[in-house]
Nanobody
């Protein structure tokens, strides 16, 4: 059974930083591309970042580009999302997901975590 477990969310002031982690078990982690999505109350789930199986290639949504960094450690079966210069509109539940290939489309992802709340305050 494939499990994705996010951690690292919390409350942070605008301009601050957080690092999210997503630990994967039950699947050959290095064979999957990984992605981070987020969903604010009343909004659609939005693509944030994706990384290929090796970690060499990354891609970001326009709203996070230049502020967020996705990375992975295949020895630890973990993907990370470093979030800097956080803004009020970054407040959302953040989800990690696994797919066969990099994608910005949530329907391309096979497995999802339960999400972790990130709240940015003024």
């Amino acid at each position: 059974q494939v499990q994705l477990v996010e951690s690292g969310g919390g409350l942070v002031q605008a301009g601050g930083s957080l690092r999210l982690s997503c630990a994967v078990s039950g699947a050959p982690f290095s064979r999957y591309a990984m992605g981070w999505f987020r969903q604010a109350p009343g909004k659609e789930r939005e693509f944030a970042a994706t990384i290929n199986w090796s970690g060499v290639t990354t891609y970001y949504g326009d709203s996070v580009k230049g502020r967020f960094t996705i990375s992975r450690d295949n020895n630890k079966n973990t993907v990370y999302l470093q979030m800097n210069s956080l803004r009020l509109d970054d407040t959302a539940v953040y989800y990690c997901a696994a797919a066969r290939a990099m994608s910005t489309t949530k329907n391309e992802y096979d497995y999802w975590g339960q999400g972790t709340q990130v709240t940015v305050s003024s």
